[in-house]
Protein backbone atom coordinates (compact mmCIF):
# COMPACT_ATOMS: atom_id res chain seq x y z
CA UNK A 1 0.00 0.00 0.00
CA UNK A 2 1.33 3.42 -0.73
CA UNK A 3 1.50 6.68 1.37
CA UNK A 4 -1.15 8.29 -0.59
CA UNK A 5 -3.72 5.12 0.25
CA UNK A 6 -6.02 6.05 3.47
CA UNK A 7 -5.74 2.30 4.81
CA UNK A 8 -1.49 2.80 4.68
CA UNK A 9 -2.11 2.69 8.86
CA UNK A 10 -4.55 1.39 9.73
CA UNK A 11 -4.86 -0.85 11.75
CA UNK A 12 -9.03 -1.93 11.77
CA UNK A 13 -11.32 -2.75 9.31
CA UNK A 14 -12.39 -0.23 6.46
CA UNK A 15 -15.65 1.67 7.13
CA UNK A 16 -18.00 1.64 4.12
CA UNK A 17 -19.61 5.12 3.84
CA UNK A 18 -23.30 5.16 2.91
CA UNK A 19 -24.30 8.58 0.99
CA UNK A 20 -27.89 9.46 2.83
CA UNK A 21 -30.47 8.28 0.76
CA UNK A 22 -32.26 11.31 -0.65
CA UNK A 23 -35.99 12.38 0.90
CA UNK A 24 -38.42 13.65 -2.07
CA UNK A 25 -41.01 16.13 -1.25
CA UNK A 26 -43.39 17.58 -3.84
CA UNK A 27 -45.60 20.74 -3.49
CA UNK A 28 -48.60 20.75 -5.72
CA UNK A 29 -50.59 24.01 -6.39
CA UNK A 30 -53.70 23.80 -8.46
CA UNK A 31 -55.17 27.55 -9.02
CA UNK A 32 -59.04 27.49 -10.71
CA UNK A 33 -59.75 30.96 -9.95
CA UNK A 34 -63.35 29.58 -9.94
CA UNK A 35 -64.43 33.37 -8.65
CA UNK A 36 -63.21 34.95 -11.32
CA UNK A 37 -64.33 35.91 -15.20
CA UNK A 38 -60.74 33.84 -16.22
CA UNK A 39 -61.94 30.48 -14.36
CA UNK A 40 -59.78 27.25 -15.70
CA UNK A 41 -61.16 24.39 -15.40
CA UNK A 42 -58.32 21.12 -14.93
CA UNK A 43 -56.14 22.56 -12.60
CA UNK A 44 -57.42 20.88 -10.12
CA UNK A 45 -57.01 17.85 -11.96
CA UNK A 46 -53.84 18.55 -12.63
CA UNK A 47 -52.53 18.76 -9.53
CA UNK A 48 -54.35 15.28 -8.73
CA UNK A 49 -52.82 13.41 -11.60
CA UNK A 50 -49.17 14.88 -10.61
CA UNK A 51 -49.88 13.61 -6.87
CA UNK A 52 -51.37 9.86 -8.34
CA UNK A 53 -48.18 9.52 -10.32
CA UNK A 54 -45.55 10.72 -7.95
CA UNK A 55 -47.24 8.04 -5.11
CA UNK A 56 -47.10 5.34 -7.56
CA UNK A 57 -43.44 5.91 -7.68
CA UNK A 58 -42.31 3.36 -5.20
CA UNK A 59 -38.63 3.85 -6.24
CA UNK A 60 -38.56 7.34 -4.94
CA UNK A 61 -41.21 8.16 -2.51
CA UNK A 62 -42.58 11.69 -2.78
CA UNK A 63 -43.95 13.26 0.34
CA UNK A 64 -46.95 15.38 -1.33
CA UNK A 65 -48.53 18.75 -0.12
CA UNK A 66 -51.39 19.13 -2.20
CA UNK A 67 -52.54 22.90 -2.75
CA UNK A 68 -55.44 24.88 -4.57
CA UNK A 69 -55.75 28.38 -5.35
CA UNK A 70 -53.10 30.35 -3.22
CA UNK A 71 -52.52 33.55 -3.61
CA UNK A 72 -48.91 34.71 -4.60
CA UNK A 73 -47.75 34.60 -0.56
CA UNK A 74 -49.21 31.84 0.31
CA UNK A 75 -46.96 29.81 -2.88
CA UNK A 76 -44.40 31.23 -0.80
CA UNK A 77 -45.44 30.38 2.30
CA UNK A 78 -45.64 26.67 1.49
CA UNK A 79 -42.54 26.51 -0.53
CA UNK A 80 -40.76 27.58 3.03
CA UNK A 81 -42.90 25.31 5.04
CA UNK A 82 -42.84 22.38 2.50
CA UNK A 83 -39.13 22.21 2.45
CA UNK A 84 -37.89 23.50 5.38
CA UNK A 85 -35.94 20.14 6.35
CA UNK A 86 -34.37 19.81 3.24
CA UNK A 87 -31.19 18.84 3.02
CA UNK A 88 -28.16 18.43 0.12
CA UNK A 89 -29.12 14.92 -0.65
CA UNK A 90 -33.33 15.60 -1.33
CA UNK A 91 -35.34 16.62 -4.29
CA UNK A 92 -37.83 19.24 -4.02
CA UNK A 93 -40.52 19.60 -6.25
CA UNK A 94 -42.73 22.60 -7.22
CA UNK A 95 -45.52 21.89 -9.37
CA UNK A 96 -48.16 25.14 -10.93
CA UNK A 97 -50.90 24.55 -12.96
CA UNK A 98 -52.70 27.41 -13.46
CA UNK A 99 -52.34 30.82 -15.34
CA UNK A 100 -49.05 33.27 -15.95
CA UNK A 101 -49.16 36.72 -16.99
CA UNK A 102 -47.58 38.48 -19.29
CA UNK A 103 -45.48 40.28 -16.69
CA UNK A 104 -43.59 36.60 -16.28
CA UNK A 105 -45.34 35.86 -13.22
CA UNK A 106 -47.59 33.15 -12.03
CA UNK A 107 -50.74 34.37 -11.34
CA UNK A 108 -52.01 33.94 -7.82
CA UNK A 109 -55.32 34.03 -6.34
CA UNK A 110 -57.24 37.07 -5.72
CA UNK A 111 -54.92 38.79 -8.83
CA UNK A 112 -52.11 38.10 -7.23
CA UNK A 113 -48.63 37.54 -8.96
CA UNK A 114 -45.51 35.78 -7.86
CA UNK A 115 -42.75 36.69 -10.12
CA UNK A 116 -40.03 33.95 -12.03
CA UNK A 117 -37.57 36.08 -9.75
CA UNK A 118 -39.41 35.95 -6.56
CA UNK A 119 -40.02 32.52 -7.03
CA UNK A 120 -35.79 31.36 -7.20
CA UNK A 121 -35.24 33.97 -4.15
CA UNK A 122 -37.59 31.16 -2.12
CA UNK A 123 -36.34 28.69 -4.43
CA UNK A 124 -33.01 29.03 -3.77
CA UNK A 125 -33.26 28.76 0.17
CA UNK A 126 -33.62 25.20 -0.33
CA UNK A 127 -30.83 22.93 -0.25
CA UNK A 128 -30.66 20.00 -3.01
CA UNK A 129 -32.36 19.50 -6.21
CA UNK A 130 -35.35 21.48 -7.02
CA UNK A 131 -37.54 20.36 -9.81
CA UNK A 132 -40.14 23.02 -11.31
CA UNK A 133 -42.77 22.22 -13.32
CA UNK A 134 -44.72 24.89 -14.63
CA UNK A 135 -47.86 24.05 -16.37
CA UNK A 136 -49.51 27.51 -16.79
CA UNK A 137 -51.76 29.42 -20.11
CA UNK A 138 -49.49 32.12 -21.21
CA UNK A 139 -46.37 30.27 -20.32
CA UNK A 140 -45.00 31.02 -23.76
CA UNK A 141 -45.26 35.15 -23.12
CA UNK A 142 -43.73 34.05 -19.57
CA UNK A 143 -40.59 32.48 -20.83
CA UNK A 144 -41.08 35.23 -23.90
CA UNK A 145 -41.72 33.46 -26.60
CA UNK A 146 -42.44 35.80 -29.34
CA UNK A 147 -45.19 34.23 -32.02
CA UNK A 148 -43.74 30.55 -33.94
CA UNK A 149 -40.27 32.76 -34.12
CA UNK A 150 -38.30 32.38 -31.11
CA UNK A 151 -35.84 29.09 -31.29
CA UNK A 152 -36.57 26.15 -28.31
CA UNK A 153 -32.90 27.31 -26.13
CA UNK A 154 -34.20 31.09 -26.15
CA UNK A 155 -37.85 30.44 -25.34
CA UNK A 156 -36.57 28.02 -22.40
CA UNK A 157 -33.61 29.90 -21.06
CA UNK A 158 -36.13 33.19 -20.76
CA UNK A 159 -37.96 31.45 -17.69
CA UNK A 160 -34.85 29.79 -16.40
CA UNK A 161 -32.52 32.19 -16.43
CA UNK A 162 -33.28 33.96 -12.85
CA UNK A 163 -33.03 30.17 -11.82
CA UNK A 164 -29.37 29.81 -12.94
CA UNK A 165 -26.22 31.74 -12.79
CA UNK A 166 -24.37 29.80 -15.61
CA UNK A 167 -24.22 29.99 -19.32
CA UNK A 168 -27.57 29.72 -21.20
CA UNK A 169 -26.54 26.28 -22.45
CA UNK A 170 -25.17 25.00 -19.59
CA UNK A 171 -28.29 25.99 -17.58
CA UNK A 172 -29.29 22.29 -16.29
CA UNK A 173 -25.75 21.54 -15.02
CA UNK A 174 -25.19 23.71 -12.38
CA UNK A 175 -27.29 25.55 -9.53
CA UNK A 176 -29.64 22.33 -8.85
CA UNK A 177 -32.41 22.73 -10.82
CA UNK A 178 -34.38 21.20 -13.41
CA UNK A 179 -37.19 23.69 -14.67
CA UNK A 180 -39.66 22.51 -17.19
CA UNK A 181 -42.57 24.53 -18.54
CA UNK A 182 -45.68 23.51 -20.85
CA UNK A 183 -48.73 26.13 -22.23
Given at each position: ?????????????????????PVYRALLVGNTYSDTIDPLQGCDTD?????TVLNSMSATPYHTNVQYDLTASQIR???????????????????????????????????????????????????????????????????????????????????????????????????????????
Amino acid sequence: VDALDDRAGATGPAVKMNPPKPVYRALLVGNTYSDTIDPLQGCDTDVRSMKTVLNSMSATPYHTNVQYDLTASQIRAQVSATFADANGSDISLFHFSGHASSSRSLAGANTTSLKAADLKKAMDKIPGTKVLIIDACYSGVLINKSGGSARPSAFNSAFISPFSSVPKDDFFANDGYIVMTSC
